[in-house]
């Protein structure tokens, strides 16, 4: 049984930095493709960045050149650095294998970032 755990989100004026964490049980993970989400209010869950295990990287247009996701495979963790946030980027991240299980997601972390 998985259990991914995020946390780091918090509030941020826009322009500003933040640094996402998950956190996997089980000694699985590093064979897994992850992806990060988010999910604003009104709005369907998206794909935002997902990575392979080997640590092949994409992103969605709308996040490239600020976000970057990385993996540490002997840590069990996967990261978000999101700079140069913008308000548009306020949602509940929630990271999940690539694609998404439901029976993985978790409780997700806000990210708000204030204009």
């Known amino acids: 049984q998985v259990q991914l755990v995020e946390s780091g989100g918090g509030l941020v004026q826009a322009g500003g930095s933040l640094r996402l964490s998950c956190v996997a049980s089980g000694s699985v993970f590093g064979f897994f493709p992850m992806g990060w989400y988010r999910q604003a209010p009104g709005r369907q869950r998206e794909l935002v960045a997902d990575?392979?295990?080997?640590?092949?990287?994409k992103y969605a247009d709308s996040v490239k050149g600020r976000f970057t996701i990385s993996r540490d495979n002997a840590k069990n963790t996967l990261y978000l650095q999101m700079d140069s946030l913008k308000p548009e980027d306020t949602a509940v991240y929630y990271c999940n294998t690539q694609p998404a299980f439901d029976k993985y997601w978790g409780q997700g972390t806000q990210v708000t970032v204030s204009s």
């Open positions: 990575i392979t295990a080997g640590g092949t990287t």
